[in-house]
């Protein structure tokens, strides 16, 4: 069996020998579908496979799967069911479900209808044959289509929880007017860093900020890619008419940062996060004023 793609159909090629036994195939699943439905999930249940769903929610799910199943195997058509293996995805992967279970049960269900058409058709060892050729192809094809469909969407979204986690991991926030503060932990990779650059210029253009303060204390290193990445988001930052002030340099990042040759007169630098915010304010023109008996920080006392 081999099918065409057109415009919005499906057209399968089948010769008439394939097509009769699909046909007298289909009919039998059918005949059969409460007996082989049962089958297939009281053997999901025993091979310990979706254990994150209960007896009554697989058996919902086999249904569906079934009759999924038996209309691939009558038109040559998976847009059906590669739309029906998306919408299982997005159920059932946040309960927990790994990919081996999706294939498993896909594969055990090959293997229950293909028990069922060796009872049917075992007195005659040639029409077996015959009806297993037209049918291992088609069982084979609805495995992978499931199996794609099910990794495909799992990697999405696990794409989507990556994302969450970067914007948790670095974000943006305003502690007085016109100045905002990025605080950023943990490793920079290029992708990091690129979305870093991205939530930092939406943050000025919301906020209208003058000065920004982005704070890499809790970085543990940083390669020429990152470093020559975080100078581009200073000059991003000053066209769009902030200053950038980068505090908590370690003295192994500083060390990288000379022998890769970062041009560090587009970086102003404050040795930690306090003295950022005092120089951040200082550049806004706030002015502290000090309770009675309250000592002003180090850096705003009057030199002796």
Request: cysteine-free; hydrophobic content about 45%.
């Amino acid at each position: 069996m081999r099918n065409i793609k057109g415009k919005g159909t499906t057209i399968s090629l089948r010769n008439d020998s394939t097509s009769a036994l699909l046909t007298e195939l289909v009919a039998h699943l059918r005949q059969n579908r409460t007996q082989l439905r049962e089958e297939w999930a009281r053997r999901i249940t025993e091979s310990q496979l979706l254990t994150a769903m209960t007896k009554e929610e697989i058996f919902v799910e086999a249904t569906s799967v079934y009759d999924n199943y038996v209309a691939v195997l009558e038109t040559g058509s998976v847009e059906a069911l590669q739309a029906y293996a998306r919408d299982l995805s997005e159920r059932i992967i946040p309960r927990g479900v790994e990919t081996h279970e999706v294939v498993g049960i896909v594969l055990l269900l090959r293997d229950v209808l293909a028990r069922s058409l060796f009872k049917k058709y075992q007195s005659d060892f040639a029409l077996l044959n015959r009806v297993l050729d037209a049918y291992e192809p088609a069982a084979n094809r609805i495995a992978n289509t499931v199996a794609v469909g099910f990794v495909q969407e799992r990697e999405r979204i696990i794409r989507q929880q990556q994302e969450a986690i970067r914007e948790l991991s670095t974000p943006v926030l305003q502690v007085r007017e016109r100045l905002l503060i990025l605080p950023i932990i943990g490793v920079i990779d290029p992708q990091r860093a690129r979305q870093l650059t991205e939530q930092l210029l939406r943050g000025i253009r919301a906020n209208r900020a003058k000065v920004v303060v982005i704070d890499i204390t809790g970085v543990p290193a940083v390669d020429a890619t990152v470093a020559n990445h975080l100078v581009q988001t200073v000059d991003a930052s000053r066209l769009m008419g902030a200053t950038v002030i980068v505090t908590g340099l370690s003295a192994e990042i500083a060390q990288t940062l000379v022998t890769i040759g970062v041009d560090l007169s587009k970086m102003k630098t404050i040795g930690d996060l306090q003295g950022g915010i005092e120089e951040a304010e200082r550049l806004l023109g706030y002015k502290v004023i000090l309770e009675a008996g309250e000592t002003p920080p180090a850096s705003k006392r009057p030199a002796v």
